[in-house]
């Protein structure tokens, strides 16, 4: 229900806004490739629903609570939960995404970042999904964080490739 070609379209617009939302400097390495399911019992996941009339996207996150993990995503001298400040990340990188593929399907809706248990990635298939693809982002050879993309369809969609892709600052306030 879903081609590769719209899977690659998926892949493509993803890597561009989560580049944009989740690096901190612009001269910062960025290496993302497909990946292994992540491992990490007992570690907690980000998600955000993206739906339509014609599908489902999950976009999930896990960043595990390290060092370089901390010193990258939170501001200098915060002793909150890592999760508080990735979501904040997440929220950007997923309303870029929707306002992404915003023009191809109108009808678009997208969730507040879910907390749930990693142990939640091996019931992904009991969505029935019609795709579900696993990234690993790399930041400097030293922070990581795993993404889950699963779409699951209610009747065949062709995702495109947006043409020409507006700059947007991130943090930019959204009106609703």
């Known amino acids: 229900m879903v081609s590769a070609q719209s899977i690659h379209n998926l892949t493509s617009v993803f890597e561009r806004v989560a580049r944009a939302a989740i690096l901190r400097s612009p001269d910062d390495s960025w290496e993302l490739v497909a ?5 990490g019992k007992g570690e ?5 629903t993206t739906s339509s009339f014609g599908f ?3 976009t999930i996150f ?13 501001p200098p001298g915060a002793q909150g939960p890592l999760l508080d400040g990735f979501a904040e990340i997440v929220n950007l990188c997923c309303g870029a995404l929707n306002r992404e593929f915003g023009a191809a399907f109108p009808q678009l809706a997208m969730s507040v970042p879910c907390s749930l248990s990693a142990e939640c990635l ?7 999904p019609a795709h579900i693809q696993r990234l690993s982002v790399s930041i400097n050879n030293t922070v990581s964080v795993s993404v889950t993309l699963c779409i699951c369809c209610s009747a065949p969609i ?6 020409a892709a507006v700059e947007q600052a991130n943090g930019e306030l959204e009106m609703f």
Do not use: S, W
């Open 35 to 39: 990946a292994a399911p992540p491992a």
């Open 44 to 48: 907690q996941l980000l998600v955000i």
């Open 56 to 58: 489902r996207l999950l």
């Open 62 to 74: 896990q960043v595990p609570d390290t060092e370089a993990n901390r010193a990258y995503f939170l």
């Open 122 to 128: 091996e019931y992904l298939g009991h969505l029935a």
């Open 158 to 163: 062709e995702i495109p490739l947006p043409a």
